[in-house]
């Protein structure tokens, strides 16, 4: 936007001129995010971002904008005032938000590996699970405990069936007939 066009808004602005309001705002938002994103560090980023903070300043400045609170000598002063104001708003949020991040770590690979996860198997399942497993191990022949155990690991078919020389059919009967329970003896 032009110098020329600037002061033409800023009149209308300054007579409570709400379509002016709005066209400042689409002039100086891109400058006011590049004020707080200079100032904005990776920790604040996950609070709060610099669109956050300009339309809470534009939120609050549009009334006073509407009822021409405020009379600016020239673009610079505007600018100046919106700048101030942006600033103040964001030191506001660090302020608000400054206790929470002094108290969160980030997570580490070592950490993610000890926290438990929302599926995953309470102790009694695991228990239930191992005795599940033992039960069918003592049902099956030792050429199906191979089996069994290989797809336990997580091998697939093809995998399985190449390492037990069986064929892949024959891998998928043994799973299928363990599915059905502990109960066989072939």
Do not use: C
């Not at 600037?6 to 709400?18: A, I, P, R």
């Not at 101030?84 to 708003?89: E, I």
């Not at 005795?131 to 099956?140: H, I, N, Q, S, T």
Request: proline fraction near 4%; charged fraction near 25%.
């Amino acid at each position: 936007m032009t110098g020329e066009s600037l002061e033409n808004l800023l009149q209308k602005l300054t007579v409570g001129d709400t379509d002016a309001a709005e066209q400042v705002f689409l002039a100086y938002e891109p400058y006011l995010r590049m004020v707080v994103r200079r100032k904005l560090t990776a920790g604040m980023r996950a609070k709060f971002d610099s669109m956050d903070i300009v339309q809470s300043v534009w939120a609050d400045l549009l009334d006073g904008f509407r009822q021409a609170r405020w009379k600016f000598q020239d673009v610079d002063h505007l600018r100046a005032f919106l700048v101030k104001v942006t600033h103040h708003r964001f030191v506001d949020r660090v302020r608000q938000h400054a206790p929470a991040l002094d108290h969160e770590q980030p997570i580490t690979p070592s950490g993610l590996e000890t926290m438990a996860s929302p599926g995953a198997a309470r102790p009694s399942q695991l228990a239930q699970a191992d005795e599940l497993w033992e039960r069918l191990m003592a049902a099956a022949s030792p050429a199906h405990r191979q089996v069994l155990d290989l797809k336990r690991q997580g091998f697939s078919l093809d995998e399985i069936a190449a390492r037990t020389q069986l064929h892949k059919s024959s891998v998928r009967r043994i799973l299928y007939q363990a599915a059905r329970g502990p109960t066989m003896k072939s």
